[in-house]
């Protein structure tokens, strides 16, 4: 069974937090003490909210699946997503818990050290009846597996069978494993088509230091594909056809908070463009790498047309960093 016409492009659902991060932070002032930093901004992030912001820059039509607290900071993410044109009708607001938040002293290398507040986001649950609503889309993209209390207890799972059953393509992220989140990916990597952890996840959970070997074990999980999230070396990918290695964009790097999310944006875009595995590959790869050059997680990216012609000027990093 497949959507016909559907209403969205892509629904990103899951982790949605509030960050507020300052730059550069050397070191933290002793007792009541005072330190200067060049700027300090407030913007929506998380492993769904990252990803989506960034795809609709881009400019693919887009909805999320989240749950905020009734609060300023659930205020402050419900209307920066609609004064960018994301559709919040899917969006969750509770008096149970506050918005999810994070403050991230930023290093001078671009750094993120967190400072995590959990809240709204462990509220977050989709009952059997409202998945047809979330599945009205192209694309789902499934972010903040290990920070999502409520789904994790095998809801996600559910929620992922049935966007497979319904023939939609499906992405899935995490955040923070931990040795119970294998346990957890077993129920969720049959309806995952491509699962896209940063490669320093990928290789705890699957307890290798060889990415051919963790990608292989996820795959015999039963995920379609996996794509690692490497940093300056860019990204690993693996497929039935083989694995190959896709190199990073240079950039002058000012924080590096959300460049994974960023990568999963772009990705998702890229697919529902048309573009072919290689090429969507490419439009991550080049969003992680301008969110790179700001601060926050959707900093950089301004719209298609300047992130292509980012593609085709800048350079890229030597393939010796592999």
Known sequence: MTVD?????????????????????????DGGGIAFVEEIRMNPAGTASGALMNAAKLGISCATSACLGRDEK???????????????????????????????PIRPNGERPALHCRGASDEWWLDESEFDALCDTRFLHHGGTGFLAKMDRGQSAKLLAHAKARGLTVTLDLIGPNDETLGQLKDLMPHVDYFMPSMEEALFIAGTADPSDAAARFRDLG?????????????????????WR??????????????????????????????????????????SGLVATGLGSDAGVVDLE????FIRTASILDDDNG
């Not at 892509?10 to 550069?24: K, M, N, Q």
């Open 223 to 243: 995920a379609t594909a996996c794509i690692f999230k490497w940093g300056e070396k860019g990204s690993f990918i693996s497929t039935a056809d083989g694995d």
């Open 246 to 287: 896709l190199p990073a964009f240079k950039v002058n790097v000012s924080d590096t908070t959300g460049c994974g999310d960023a990568y999963c944006g772009g990705f998702i875009a890229g697919l529902s463009m048309g573009y072919d595995l290689e090429e969507a590959c490419r439009l991550g790869t080049a969003v």
């Open 74 to 104: 659930g205020d402050f993410i419900e209307n920066r997503y609609r004064a960018m044109g994301i559709d919040c009708s899917l969006l969750q607001r509770t008096g149970a818990m506050a918005t999810s938040a994070t403050i991230l």
């Open 306 to 309: 300047s992130t292509l012609e």
């Open 5 to 29: 016409n559907p209403r969205f492009d892509a629904v990103f659902a899951g982790l949605t937090i509030l960050d507020i991060a300052g730059r550069p932070v050397s070191s933290i002032p």
